[in-house]
Every structure is written in structure tokens, then in C-alpha cells.
């Protein structure tokens, strides 16, 4: 199936905890993103990437790492996990880096739980 | 800065009532604009977006949006609502190269 696929679902982490969401697409995107979702703030922007082996900073990017490795794999690295990191993750892809013009697509996302 | 405004944050209509939900965007240049749909526990879909030429454009769904310069404002219309309609909608910009969204504004449908 054609798609953004994220992993896992649900994942819940103690403080201090390092891990990775993984988030692959099969369109060929060369643009992929990742956001986090938290009551009241809408999406705000972590990471992204405009093609293999380039990333770049978005919004909220402390704590978190990413690689751009091949263009199908995005994956988002939580350092040294804290409870501000509580949210809903979900990964974006575009098929151009003019990305504004197609809009994006959207995994279903990984809900992150840190105790 | 680029910003993204959605005045609303919950609105409750009935089945088969018109809705509209705002949207007003702070941007320098001609913006690209969208609005997205999540369902619960879903991602975000692509409900529609304007580029340029016509103000008035069509989604999916029975969804409109109508682009108004003179306001900066993207407002999203149906004239019937539907229970699925339910769920909660994001407006918003695009710009270089990355996307500014709105806050969101849930919509709940009552029969």
C-alpha cells in the first residue's frame, strides 16, 4: 500500500529513555518532515529534509535527531526521552522540494507517552 | 514572521445545517494554502488547497474554500454537514520550504 507508514503506534518511555520512530514512504517523496501534535498547538514542525543526506532544523528541534540516509527513510531519534516529549508524532512527506505546491501526506502517526 | 490564525476552536453545528470555519494567514507574498481533516487517532488528508487563479476552489467531501486577498483569509464552507463530518481542521500555509498550520478547529456535529 502506497503510503507514509510510521512504527510503532503507541510507545511509552521512561525518562532518560532513547529511542527511534521510524517513518518510511514508498512515493518517491523527496521532501519528509516530521511534526509533533499537542492539544491547543496545533503541528509544530521538528525536522526535515529536502533529499537524501540533507536535513534540516525546524521548529522544535532540541532532543531530537534525524538522518536522511535514503530517500525512502526518515527516522526520528528521541536522545535522552522527557515527560515535554509526551505527544503525538506524525511523519509528513511531498513529492518535490517546491513541496508547498503538492501538500503534503501524512503517516497516522505514533502516540509517545514518557514517564 | 509567517503565521496562521483560526480564530474557532471548537464549533458545534447540526446534521444538515451550512458550516464555515476561518482561517486568516499573515504572509508577505501570494501564499499556497490548504486545509486538512483528522479523524480520531488518524493522520492529517488533504481536504483541498489553492496556488493561484480561481478564489473559489473544491475539495473533496463537498468541501470549498474561497481565497481572499483583501482579507488574507482562506475560509472553508459546506453547505450540508454530514455526522461524518466530525473531526478536527487545520488550515494552512505554505511557504519556502515548509508549512505553518493553524491551531485547529473542532468541529463536533450534533443529529
Known amino acids: 500500500n502506497a503510503g507514509v507508514t510510521q512504527t510503532p503506534k503507541f510507545q511509552v518511555l521512561k525518562t532518560g529513555q532513547s529511542m527511534t520512530l521510524q517513518c518510511a514512504q514508498d512515493?518517491?517523496?523527496?521532501?519528509m518532515s516530521w511534526y509533533r501534535q499537542d492539544p491547543g498547538m496545533g503541528l509544530r514542525l521538528i525536522h526535515y529534509?529536502?533529499?537524501?543526506?540533507?536535513?534540516d532544523q525546524g521548529e522544535v528541534p532540541n532532543g531530537y535527531n534525524v538522518s536522511r540516509s535514503t530517500t525512502e527513510d526518515f527516522p526520528l531519534r528521541l536522545l535522552s526521552a522527557a515527560p515535554s516529549q509526551t505527544s503525538v508524532y506524525f511523519c509528513?512527506?511531498?513529492?518535490?522540494?517546491?513541496?508547498?505546491?503538492?501538500?503534503?501526506?501524512f503517516g497516522s502517526g505514533t502516540r509517545l507517552t514518557v514517564v | 514572521a509567517q503565521s496562521v490564525t483560526q480564530p474557532d476552536i471548537h464549533i458545534t453545528v447540526s446534521e444538515g445545517a451550512s458550516l464555515e470555519l476561518r482561517c486568516n494567514y499573515s504572509?508577505?507574498?501570494?501564499?499556497?494554502l490548504f486545509w486538512y481533516v483528522q479523524s480520531p487517532g488518524q493522520g492529517l488528508q488533504l481536504l483541498l488547497k489553492?496556488?493561484?487563479?480561481?478564489?473559489l476552489v473544491q475539495g473533496i467531501k463537498g468541501f470549498e474554500a474561497e481565497f481572499k486577498r483583501s482579507q488574507s483569509s482562506f475560509n472553508l464552507r459546506k453547505p450540508s454537514v454530514h455526522w461524518s463530518d466530525a473531526a478536527e481542521y487545520f488550515c494552512?500555509?505554505?511557504?519556502?520550504?515548509?508549512?505553518?498550520f493553524g491551531t485547529g478547529t473542532s468541529l463536533t456535529v450534533i443529529p
Open positions: 512515493m518517491n517523496h523527496e521532501y
Open positions: 504572509y508577505g507574498a501570494t501564499p499556497y
Open positions: 529534509s529536502v533529499g537524501a543526506g540533507i536535513t
Open positions: 489553492y496556488f493561484s487563479g480561481d478564489t
Open positions: 494552512a500555509v505554505g511557504t519556502g520550504n515548509q508549512f505553518y
Open positions: 509528513a512527506s511531498s513529492y518535490s522540494i517546491l513541496q508547498r505546491t503538492y501538500g503534503y501526506t
